[in-house]
């Protein structure tokens, strides 16, 4: 089974290595990594093209946003399954790609997740927030969870049948199409009660206004798919992250 990862990067020079280390040192051996830039005006490029022999894909030019950018991955991808490593993430170890591969190997496996830690930008091996997940039953969405979208791994035929991520949705594409695979499409997933990913605090959703933003994006894709939601949903997406503060791992307790 190949598994194929994507990254998309912009003026990522600080970070991006350890990203393309992280994807390098797997273990798993059927891996295709996919790189969408979207031209990047610093040394981004350099470190990539450093790394040109692992990678599969090298797109650099200008793009619509993040979600575009994975679009275009998605376009590119060949592997079974698709997972998406962003250029200030890492895998928690070098075994993550095998997890996942375990998780594919049940049968009528469509999509699986996992947990993540957010790990401070200057220093990743000290977490500031612990993203615990859990099996999937219908309603979850309601209440403003989803799966950790950095841990998210689908079948490429699930992209295929229904849909990449809707451009619409500025800051929660990802809350959107995890949405309609999973509660309107009803796929089959399974969690894994690991940690898989260790990312950088800040990124896209940083500040409060991106925040409620991205939850006002979340409110309107449960509407589209008739959930049965109202205006108080943003309230609870918002404190349904507030536990992720206070828990941490059973090591770092």
Not at 224 to 247: E, G
Request: with cysteine; proline share 3%; aromatic share 12%.
């Amino acid at each position: 089974m190949k598994i194929s990862i994507i990254t998309v990067c912009y003026n990522s020079e600080v970070t991006i290595e350890n990203t393309l280390r992280s994807v390098a040192t797997q273990t798993y051996p059927y891996i295709e990594h996919i790189i969408i830039d979207a031209q990047s005006s610093d040394g981004t490029m350099d470190i990539v093209n450093h790394y040109r022999a692992r990678l599969t894909h090298v797109v650099s030019e200008p793009d619509r946003g993040m979600y575009d950018a994975m679009n275009k991955g998605l376009n590119l991808a060949t592997g079974d399954v698709i997972g998406f490593l962003n250029s200030d993430d890492v895998f928690a170890d070098n075994t993550v790609l095998e997890q996942v591969a375990e998780a594919f190997s049940k049968k009528g496996v469509d999509a699986c997740y996992a947990d993540l830690v957010y790990v401070d930008k200057e220093n990743m091996t000290k977490v500031t927030r612990y993203w615990k997940s859990r099996p999937y039953e219908d309603g979850l969405f309601e209440k403003g969870w989803m799966p950790a979208h950095p841990t998210f791994y689908a079948r490429r035929w699930v992209y295929e049948k229904y849909g990449k991520y809707d451009l619409a949705y500025r800051r929660q594409s990802d809350f959107e199409l995890t949405l309609r695979f999973l509660a309107v499409h009803k796929i089959n997933t399974i969690y894994i009660p690991k940690v898989l990913v260790r990312m950088r605090s800040g990124g896209a959703s940083r500040g409060v206004w991106h925040i409620l933003e991205g939850n006002i994006e979340a409110y309107r894709a449960c509407r589209k798919h008739s959930l049965n939601v109202t205006p108080l949903f943003i309230a609870k997406k918002i404190i349904s992250r507030v536990p992720q503060f206070f828990r941490r791992q059973h090591s770092e307790a």
